[in-house]
């Protein structure tokens, strides 16, 4: 199934259409976008996106985005983080770890996957910061595309701390935070603090390019502290990516420069020919947790709609008996992910009703 529009391909000035397919894998959901002749080389992307609405409106680049780097020959995985989107709610009350254990997990399943030896992250916003922690971590990462980043985690739970108490002083947890669908235990809080990207030791030689629409003292600092440690680090302007960061509403406008970031991941991380392998079966796309089983389902004409089936886990079957079922449609620019649809299907669950929210 062709997953651009003819004029999301001009746009993107993608060459060969790629394959999309919902996956599932450590409790997240995720889209697997391949290059739909099969022809993909040695290096796969991790796209990281940011939190709340930071993930809605670049939710549709996102897509594009994937799109024109698997066309490129780069397969490339976009996921939820645990707690968030269509993935599984976080077992643990600390999401600072299990968001970086879920970048791994991408990048362990992907490259698993796709037979890639090295991958790069991508990252927006905060995405970009749990990109370069993550990025610390490991040896095969080799390359790092950082759009619009948090240099420092105090800075940005700062900004969380003033919407969250303007929305609701009294909903604030001691020490913890609480926005909308954004829980943060005290714990949670006080680690996203700590963290700040001049301490991040790069993998060596690693290039990194970071677009941003100011560049900040801090962040100018952290690209000279990447430099002397022996990174190619390139700071791009961010004309042409501002349909990344507006409003939902806008989504009608030409979509973001996505040629952009294919043209420098082409010279940056070069992908050499992979050994042909036969392709995998992407496995149990199915997640399970108390109350609700999800499914993703295609319907339409030739398949063309997308939405997730969420059903009661009463019975084996995943089906209450139930004569009553609810279709949630996506508001505007606001994917079927949108917390308040998928808070509201798991609620319709827990209660035996089925629903089906949808693009």
């Known amino acids: 199934m062709l997953t651009m529009s003819t004029d999301d391909n001009t746009v993107c000035d993608v060459a060969r259409p790629a394959r999309m397919s919902p996956v599932s894998f450590a409790g997240c959901f995720g889209w697997l976008h391949a290059p739909a002749d099969g022809a ?21 680049s996102f897509r594009l985005l994937a799109d024109a780097m698997a066309a490129a020959g780069y397969p490339t995985l976009r996921f939820d983080y645990p707690g968030t989107g269509n993935s599984r709610d976080s077992a643990e009350p600390e999401h600072w770890a299990a968001w970086q254990r879920s970048v791994h997990a991408a990048a362990d399943w992907l490259r698993e996957q796709s037979g890639a030896r090295r991958v790069v992250l991508c990252g927006l916003r905060f995405g970009a910061t749990l990109a370069m922690v993550v990025a610390e971590q490991r040896d095969d990462v080799a390359g790092l595309l950082l759009l619009e980043p948090v240099p420092r985690g105090g800075s940005y739970i700062r900004q969380l701390s003033i919407e969250a ?13 609480v926005l909308h669908e ?3 235990s005290r714990e949670t809080v006080t680690l996203i603090s ?38 190619q680090v390139t700071c791009e302007e961010f004309a042409g990516l501002e349909p990344m960061l507006r409003p939902v509403f806008m989504n009608h406008e030409p979509p973001a420069d996505m040629a952009r970031f294919v043209d420098w991941l082409k010279v940056a991380v070069p992908a050499r020919s992979a050994s042909p392998r036969q392709a995998r079966a992407l ?15 295609r319907f339409g004409r030739a398949g063309n709609l997308f939405g997730i089936l969420c059903r009661p886990s009463g019975s084996p079957s995943g089906h209450s008996g139930a004569e009553l079922a609810v279709v949630i449609g996506n508001g505007g620019g606001l994917p079927h992910s949108a917390a308040v649809s998928v808070d509201l299907a798991r609620r319709l669950a827990a209660a035996g009703i089925a629903s089906l929210r949808m693009d």
């Open 40 to 60: 993909a080389g040695d290096v796969a992307v991790v796209l990281c996106a940011g939190l709340k609405n930071d993930a809605i409106t670049a939710y549709r």
């Open 165 to 177: 108490m303007l929305h609701d002083p009294g909903a604030q947890a001691h020490g913890g935070l």
């Open 182 to 184: 954004l829980r943060l």
């Open 194 to 231: 700590q963290v700040d990207l001049r301490k991040v030791a790069l993998p060596p030689a690693c290039p990194v390019a970071v677009y941003a629409q100011t560049t900040t003292p801090v962040l100018h600092d952290c690209a000279e502290v990447w430099r002397s440690g022996g990174s």
């Open 283 to 297: 496995g149990d796309t199915v997640l399970r947790a108390a109350g609700y089983v999800e499914a993703p389902l």
